[in-house]
């Protein structure tokens, strides 16, 4: 199976040497998304909701690059600054998941890039 990047720029470029998304045969692994405007180059550091809503977008934009959606996500990981965001940012994930939800991980890190409020990666199915 060949890989095949996925680069889209209606979601931030990538900070490192990696890329937004990788898909093999008929699976994509997303880079962990931060609340990056991909348009202003800007963090949202002040609203976790407002924060949590971008990163959603970020990750809309990277699935349908690779023909693909929230619908057909097996599994994701989030990152949070702070647990007690767990509840707000769960509001905002939820109306992307509403139906047959993912599995997830859910943790909080001591840092992340650009000292975000959270971090999301997907992994999908492509058909």
Same mark, same amino acid.
């Given at each position: 199976?060949?890989?095949?990047?996925?680069?889209?720029?209606?979601?931030?470029?990538?900070?490192?040497?990696?890329?937004?998304?990788? +898909?093999?045969?008929?699976?994509?692994?997303?880079?962990?998304?931060?609340?990056?405007?991909?348009?202003?180059?800007?963090?949202?550091?002040?609203?976790?909701?407002?924060?949590?809503?971008?990163?959603?977008?970020?990750?809309?934009?990277?699935?349908?690059?690779?023909?693909?959606?929230?619908?057909?996500?097996?599994?994701?990981?989030?990152?949070?600054?702070?647990?007690?965001?767990?509840? +707000?940012?769960?509001?905002?994930?939820?109306?992307?998941?509403?139906?047959?939800?993912?599995?997830?991980?859910?943790?909080?890190?001591? +840092?992340?890039? +650009?000292?975000?409020?959270?971090?999301?990666?997907?992994?999908?199915?492509?058909?």
């Amino acid at each position: 199976m060949k890989k095949q990047i996925i680069n889209t720029t209606n979601a931030p470029s990538a900070i490192g040497p990696y890329s937004q998304g990788v +898909k093999i045969g008929n699976l994509l692994f997303t880079s962990g998304q931060i609340p990056l405007d991909p348009q202003s180059g800007e963090l949202i550091s002040d609203d976790i909701e407002k924060a949590a809503e971008r990163v959603m977008l970020n990750l809309k934009a990277i699935l349908e690059e690779a023909g693909t959606s929230f619908d057909k996500v097996v599994k994701t990981t989030v990152l949070l600054k702070d647990i007690n965001d767990f509840g +707000k940012v769960n509001e905002v994930y939820g109306r992307y998941f509403a139906e047959e939800q993912p599995a997830r991980s859910c943790f909080q890190v001591g +840092k992340l890039p +650009k000292d975000a409020l959270l971090e999301i990666e997907v992994i999908a199915s492509v058909e």
